[in-house]
């Protein structure tokens, strides 16, 4: 059968849509590896692949549970498992927050996509710090909205900048994110800082979305303040999960918690708990993990400590990077990963992704641009600390070797 056949495109819906941290770099790195080159990957916090294994009083629970676990469970998951959110949420001093107000999903990024789905209509405005986990952004347009980035101040280690903040509110502005700590600076925001964008929040009655996904991955004695646990009187979603904190990225157990004002947010609840139903459940086996990792020893502390693992890589990786003549890097407080800028003057780059592209092909090492986070200008890029010592000092001094080439001298 012949005749005219017409292309298939994309929906309109993904214009403007975008994920580069697995994009066209990416897809080189793996065109290399087909070819027999190794490379090394620093592109991407996914803690397993690199030896950090999940604890394993979580796979046993996993394991014993598996034969109760064929069939769909409460849509909104496991009530063990939301329990048990429910007490930890508690602990980080939120109150007021029921069994019913937990939603456990495959994964943070799952309930990301829902949360904006159920709230946004054509043309809302949402506030998204620059740089972001670029997913936010994909799920605000995804879900027919207009992301909006804030500045984060890289003087200031990396807090948000108000100023900038408060000039991009509109009319149609209904939510701040704030992603903290954050990916992909590391920064850990103050909690003046937090009481300021509450105060922004509350002029003008924005939903306070949270990602505190990396709330136990922090150095030097910082220490973690959820924002919802610092008023009742906005509406506040509040993520985190498994896969950072428990080293456990492929189970795909997260959870949102809804609190705050919700006596005002009953109609969009009702929406959150329509998309729930509508996957039916999150994965169920993941879910009898989630207790015993809430429950457990909280082995994550051994390894932010300055002998630890994740302690020591931090600071190798951010000791080589400052070293490089025309590199500045402002140190983690928190999270996996170093957003290290480039001087504009040393290194005149015009498009950081081909920049990430020539690394690849010269270096073999996979680094991920500045502007796949949303941040403005092509003079940053974002290292992932995870790699084994010699991996990682392997790589960084890749990196110093191709720009000590292409430096302007």
């Known amino acids: ?85 429910m007490q930890y949420t508690q602990t980080k001093g939120i109150e007021n927050v029921t069994v019913d107000d937990i939603i456990i999903g495959n994964g943070v990024s799952e309930l990301i996509v829902m949360a904006m789905q159920a709230l946004l209509n054509y043309g809302d405005e949402v506030l998204l710090p620059a740089p972001d986990y670029p997913l936010w952004t994909a799920a605000v347009r995804l879900s027919g909205g207009n992301p909006v980035h804030y500045l984060c101040d890289e003087k200031q280690d990396w807090q948000p900048a108000l100023d900038d903040l408060r000039s991009k509110i509109t009319d149609r502005t209904r939510a701040m994110v704030i992603i903290n700590p954050n990916n992909p600076t590391g920064a850990n925001y103050d909690k003046a800082l937090l009481q300021e964008m509450l105060e922004i929040a509350r002029e003008h009655d924005l939903i306070v ?121 402002v ?22 992704e081909a920049f990430a592209l020539d690394l690849l092909r010269q270096e073999k090492v996979l680094i991920v641009q500045g502007t796949a986070f949303n941040w403005p200008d092509p003079d940053h890029f974002r290292v992932v600390f995870l790699p084994r010592m010699d991996d990682l000092e392997d790589s960084i001094g890749r990196i110093a070797n191709y720009l000590d080439r292409i430096r302007k001298k």
């Open 1 to 85: 059968m012949s005749g005219h056949q017409t292309t298939i495109n994309k929906s309109d819906k993904l214009k403007g849509v975008c994920y580069d941290i697995r994009g066209p770099v990416l897809r080189e790195a793996h065109r290399l590896e087909d070819e027999g080159h190794r490379v090394i990957k620093l592109n991407i916090g996914n803690p397993a692949p690199f030896g950090f294994e999940a604890p394993e009083e979580l796979l046993q629970d996993v394991i014993h549970n598996l034969p109760d676990s064929t069939g769909y469970c409460h849509s909104k998951g496991l009530f063990p498992a939301r329990k048990a959110v």
């Open 209 to 329: 979305f949270a990602d505190e996904i990396y709330d136990k991955i922090l150095y030097d004695g910082e220490e973690h303040h959820s924002i919802a646990s610092m008023a009742d009187d906005l509406l506040f979603i509040t993520f985190n999960g498994l896969s950072k904190n428990y080293r456990a990225a492929g189970f795909r157990a997260g959870w949102m918690v809804i609190s705050g004002a919700k006596y005002r947010a009953e109609n969009y609840i009702e929406g959150l708990d329509m998309l729930a139903s509508m996957r039916l459940c999150a994965n169920v086996p993941s879910q009898h993990a989630i207790q015993t990792a809430l429950g457990g020893y909280q082995s994550i502390g051994d390894l932010v400590l300055p002998t630890g693992r994740l302690g020591r890589q931090r600071d190798k990786a951010w000791d080589m990077l400052s070293s490089i003549p025309g590199v500045s890097c």
């Open 331 to 352: 140190k983690p407080k928190s999270a996996l990963y170093l957003f290290p800028r480039l001087d504009p003057k040393v290194f005149p780059f015009q498009d950081d």
